[in-house]
């Protein structure tokens, strides 16, 4: 992002680069210094400090933070106004930020929600202990609160979780000059909405109507009159990853929420729902490549080992049965020994294969262009996609093996087996995500090494069972 | 997504679900059979068809033309108006698009372009024949040809590649009032615009201002005196991923681009965004399950294996390598033939490590929190956290091997090889897209089916080179 800045040495918030980093760290020192001597921090230092931190966006303070260490990151954090404060703390990682928040008083805690709005007040009192989020919310506002704990009602990653209650809204009934009062109202508050919503009496949804059209109506008019009533909504109980696909489908910069009456009861801006997308591509990208966690969340080389250590764990497991499968068929190896040199190949196609198929499925089942209904024309595609490719790598496999050991009925079992092995490890691997969202587990674990090691002892079995027919 | 639609029975879009599509395929066969028998379809039939597509959103109809045959699609294209043909072009598929313009005459292309936003009609134009696109761009009006030019100059991927030209500005000396006679203009164009960007004379970004809150400023103030100074602008040149980290990073839901002396030259909203990131993803996990496309796009089994065949063939090359490095320690093997069990956990605990060391610096890579600099410390982090997961890995395949076969010189043999296994595969996969980078290679192609066929040959290489030491 360093050139980004260079492009424009005009008017742009400050960037953070390392040298920048390098210079902030040295403030931090010198204050930290002056004050553990007992002498007040020399206001150079402190104000130098202040003045970079006031022109960076909350966005790169948060930064800044993460790339501290501890003691100098609450040094940095305590010098915050609670409403940038507020601001950073939305934007920062949620182990770190729950371990900041540990460092502040209930006091500090207090002033902070308050400055946030419910969306981002529910994620944080989410992360505080109990007694002290009970503290909290006795103390903040009563609306304020009551937003809260009815966003504490849905779980955290429903659209009625991730939803704000700040929402502009105006009566089929209102004029525009009316509307336009209340957005007036909505803006002093500190916040900027992109849509207007319209409801009748009783609060049920009917219509909406960008803000920036406002100022091109009559003010006499109507909202019922003049608002799109085609309106897209979603109900407060449906997955955020659904909420992803419905704003990207529909290219909407806000979707209203309501309930199961249809009454609005909150929106979700697209600023939130591109962290859900980049929260559910790092998850899937972790499962994928056997990850038990967000790595950069942890810093210290155990933490990340901890991260690392389950999914190979796991795989250690499985390969021992694989192991097993090899000893049990110790006397066909010292028999042919040639059939070892292509365990390798044997595996890797099986995994591999696995995970192609594995990888589409999972991918179509979040996206919901694979659904559950079409499972079995599903598996039939990939049996005919798994018989193309088994054929293409069978006959390669044989033209090999006969080559290099000019024993054809060796090259044929060889052959005969990787066909066998990439057939069911297709099938596999498109099956167990199908029967997984089926059973209401996420798909998702089943990418990876899952499949790569679960079609390793399949794989394996099918070689050295055909292997074993052949030289019975 | 039908649960969504019976959650809100009031307003919204009709949904397509899979009852829709079987109305919708039964009509357009009747529609279509009339026709084929020469005689005009029956106006009911007809106009039932025309009656749902009216009712459908541009995404919707989109996703109905995706799902329909090759014959049906162009028929029900072909039944749209040019106004919303066009929105149904720009949520297409690009290799469904091509299919559907190439069916097109040229004044239908031109139609269909002369509606579009310059960033849309500029994605068209890519996609059409040479002479075609030349025809066009002589048809459509000279402003319009003009910014499609202008477009074409940038890379497909870049800020200047994705944004729309049709900007909506006024100039700082502009008053609020002149500011919202321009935004009046626009809308009347069919533009909604988020924000209005403010330059001086000479077009120099200076500022920027939501829509939204003209409403809420004295008619007779500047817009130098009312606008926010601070704002976050690309260069024209930016990677398109870079752009998104940024709109993500800073919550924007606009971004002004700028050229190279600072001037505004367009803009990228948040929905195009968000196909951008969605892209990007698809494109990550391609890589990582080792497919050579965008599978969706490919709908016949032979063109799904054209997709995965590549990367299968390139891992079977790679384990020929592997058959070949057993071959040469046969005498290994046969002296110990338990060392043969073992090949399956070597090579998946030397994948799992290289994909999770190598998806983790990928990751990094992307979202810009590893950075070329820190390389050494990098990998020198890799090496401990390999040397922790080594260290478990080892002791354990040591338990494992020595209780199994009660060898102790054997157990040692496979903990020690298993622990530099592991140690080369973390230290192999965090430093390839490394150097990938370095090369201005895509990082990513570092991932999957290439790194763990990369650790099978270095990792059998490895085991049996020490167990060939120790045995010697």
């Given at each position: 992002m360093a050139n980004y800045a260079e492009t424009l040495p005009s008017r742009r918030t400050v960037e953070l680069d390392d040298e920048l980093l390098h210079d902030i760290r040295e403030l931090i020192h010198e204050d930290a210094l002056s004050r553990d001597e007992g002498q007040p921090a020399t206001s150079a230092v402190h104000g130098g400090l202040l003045n970079i931190l006031v022109d960076l966006h909350a966005a790169d303070i948060a930064d800044l933070l993460e790339n501290l260490e501890e003691d100098d990151r609450q040094h940095v954090f305590s010098l915050l106004t609670p409403d940038i404060a507020s601001d950073v703390l939305t934007e920062l990682d949620e182990s770190l930020r729950e371990t900041l928040l540990e460092s502040i008083s209930t006091e500090g805690i207090t002033k902070i929600v308050g400055e946030l709005e419910s969306d981002d007040a529910a994620d944080i009192i989410q992360d505080l202990r109990d007694d002290v989020a009970t503290e909290v919310l006795d103390k903040i506002e009563e609306g304020d609160a009551a937003s809260v704990y009815q966003l504490l009602?849905?779980?955290?990653?429903?659209a009625g979780g991730i939803m704000a209650t700040e929402v502009l809204t105006s009566f089929t009934t209102d004029t525009v000059k009316g509307a336009i009062r209340k957005t007036r109202q909505f803006v002093k508050e500190g916040i900027l909405p992109l849509n207007i919503y319209v409801t009748d009496d009783e609060g049920m949804l009917k219509g909406f109507l960008p803000v920036g059209q406002l100022i091109l109506l009559g003010p006499g008019r109507r909202m019922g009159n003049v608002m799109n009533p085609e309106v897209i909504a979603v109900p407060a109980e449906m997955d955020q990853e659904e909420v992803a696909n419905i704003i990207r489908k529909y290219d909407l910069v806000s979707v209203p929420v309501v309930n199961k009456e249809g009454k609005l009861i909150g929106r979700i801006t697209v600023d939130d729902i591109m962290d859900v997308v980049q929260e559910e591509v790092e998850e899937d990208i972790e499962r994928m490549a056997g990850l038990?966690?967000?790595?950069?969340?942890?810093?210290?080389v155990f933490g990340i080992s901890r991260i690392r250590l389950p999914w190979l764990l796991l795989g250690f497991c499985g390969e021992i049965l694989s192991a097993m499968v090899l000893k049990n068929f110790q006397a066909s190896i010292e028999e042919i020994i040639a059939a070892a040199f292509f365990i390798p190949i044997i595996m890797a196609m099986g995994g591999n294969a696995g995970i192609q198929s594995s990888a589409i499925v999972v991918r179509g089942l979040a996206t919901g262009?694979?659904?559950?209904?079409g499972t079995a024309k599903r598996l039939s595609k990939e049996f005919s996609i798994a018989t193309v490719n088994g054929v293409v790598l069978s006959l390669l496999v044989f033209a090999v093996s006969y080559i290099w050991f000019g024993d054809l009925r060796f090259g044929i079992t060889v052959g005969l087996a990787l066909m066998v092995v990439v057939l069911n490890a297709t099938v596999v691997g498109a099956s167990i995500p199908l029967v997984l969202e089926r059973l209401k587990i996420d798909p998702a674990i089943a990418t990876g090494p899952f499949i790569t090691t679960t079609n390793d002892a399949l794989g394996l079995l099918i070689y050295f069972g055909i292997m074993s027919l052949v030289y019975a």
């Open positions: 009602r849905y779980p955290e990653d429903s038990a966690g967000t790595e950069e969340l942890a810093t210290s262009d694979v659904r559950l209904g």
